[in-house]
């Protein structure tokens, strides 16, 4: 091509570059949100919201996102009490644990809720490392949420998710720049687990997060965690809609979950009662008659049968089930 051709062909780009216009629509072309909804987790997380957990260290930031995922994933209430209108996949990274950390917690989450571990609809990225601020894994996470087109997808914590001042509003901006695309492109929610200032205990909750103002202007929705005495106290903030009071968690063991720090202490689960019920005896029991005798239904008396088997506290034999 000569040099006559490669300018004409400049003008031409240039001029049809000039000519090109945005995008509009009238408000009534606006797309509508499916189905009306307008949270993914009632009251605590917006549909397709982005935003963060924010917390102090061991402030229970990852269990609270784990607990947030598996509802998501499973359309359980989230901390047995904010509903899941519309459950779907749910997609988790954490760059501070192991492979078999995760695992763990996840089982025990899913064991709180009574959930088949194995049909869980959840997926967890394995890769080393996933970096924001490199095109190349930009490229793989969107891939990955066009293949797997989760409801939510959970990254913790952002401070392994970069080499940038996180103090740099433009550098910061950025980041989260390509996130709001994620949630645009993909009509996902995106969580965020980020860290507090030390010397933000006496500020308002979102002017305490490490790093740039963007963080706490960029949430559609935002939780906050705080050590108050002996509790881990939620509170809740968001864009569009009033926000609830906030709430008092606490760490449970046997199974490890979050759980509202003023419900009632919990009775006996299911694994205990069939436990009890087989000690109770000096023969086998049939299924059948263990279900009739506990009053719950088919499917999670098998699955805690199943948990009991795995962990060597039951046997089957052909007469029915013993210690």
Request: one cysteine or more.
């Amino acid at each position: 091509m000569n040099n006559a051709a490669q300018q004409t062909m400049a003008i031409n780009q240039d001029t049809a570059l000039q000519e090109e216009t945005l995008p509009l629509c009238r408000p009534t072309e606006l797309a509508e949100a499916a189905g009306g909804r307008r949270w993914l987790i009632e009251s605590m997380w917006a549909e397709e919201g982005v935003g963060l957990i924010g917390g102090s260290p061991k402030s229970c930031k990852s269990w609270l996102g784990l607990e947030m995922a598996t509802s998501v994933a499973s359309g359980t209430p989230c901390l047995g009490r904010f509903a899941v209108h519309n459950p779907g996949p749910a997609l988790v990274f954490l760059a501070e644990d192991a492979q078999h950390v995760v695992r763990d917690r996840l089982q025990a989450l899913a064991s709180h809720h009574h959930l088949d571990f194995d049909a869980l609809d959840l997926h967890v990225i394995t890769s080393p490392t996933l970096r924001l601020d490199l095109e190349l894994d930009q490229v793989r996470l969107h891939n990955t949420l066009a293949s797997k087109r989760p409801r939510m997808l959970l990254l913790d914590p952002f401070v392994r998710l970069h080499r940038i001042d996180e103090n740099s509003a433009t550098e910061v901006a950025k980041i989260l720049d390509f996130i709001r695309r994620l949630q645009r492109e993909h009509h996902t929610a995106i969580v965020l687990v980020h860290h507090t200032r030390k010397s933000g205990a006496r500020q308002q909750a979102g002017q305490a997060l490490r790093g740039s103002g963007d963080f706490h202007a960029f949430g559609d929705s935002n939780l906050y965690l705080t050590h108050q005495r002996a509790r881990l106290k939620l509170t809740f903030e968001h864009r569009a809609a009033e926000a609830i009071d906030p709430i008092h968690l606490r760490l449970v063991t046997e199974p490890l979950h979050l759980a509202l720090a003023d419900a009632p202490t919990p009775g006996p689960t299911l694994e205990e009662q069939v436990i009890a019920e087989l000690n109770r005896v000096e023969t086998p029991v049939s299924r059948t008659s263990l279900r009739e005798r506990l009053r719950v239904q088919n499917k999670r008396l098998g699955l805690a049968l199943e948990a009991l088997l795995n962990a060597q506290k039951i046997r089957r034999t052909p007469q029915g089930w013993t210690i």
